[in-house]
Nanobody, 115 residues
Framework: QVQLVESGGGLVQPGGSLRLSCAAS????????MGWYRQAPGKERELVAS???????VYDDRVKGRFTISRDNAKNTVILQMNTLTPEDTAVYYC?????????WGQGTQVTVSS
């Protein structure tokens, strides 16, 4: 059964960097577009970056140029490298397919950007 486990979040200062990892079970990476989503308090989850099974990437304008999504199908891992972080990036970050499967949502990993 598919499980997605996020890790790598933490507390960083504005301008700092974090590297988030998504460990996936099953065999979904090679045939599905994967995405990183985030949810800030009081807001709905939003898609910030995605990567296709062929490696094509799409970024929300708010993170383009700062975030990089990548995948390693052999390791069943999806990475989100986040640079030049701002307080507006504070949220719980989740990975899932695009579009998401409701049963795939994990616990997410908290990213807090504050001085």
């Amino acid at each position: 059964q598919v499980q997605l486990v996020e890790s790598g979040g933490g507390l960083v200062q504005p301008g700092g960097s974090l590297r988030l990892s998504c460990a996936a079970s099953g065999s979904i990476l090679s045939t599905n577009r994967m995405g990183w989503y985030r949810q800030a308090p009081g807001k709905e989850r939003e898609l910030v970056a995605s990567i296709s099974n062929l490696g094509g990437t799409v970024y929300d304008d708010r993170v383009k140029g700062r975030f990089t999504i990548s995948r390693d199908n052999a390791k069943n891992t999806v990475i989100l490298q986040m640079n030049t972080l701002t307080p507006e990036d504070t949220a719980v970050y989740y990975c899932n397919t695009v579009p998401p499967y409701a049963s795939y949502w994990g616990q997410g990993t908290q990213v807090t950007v504050s001085s």
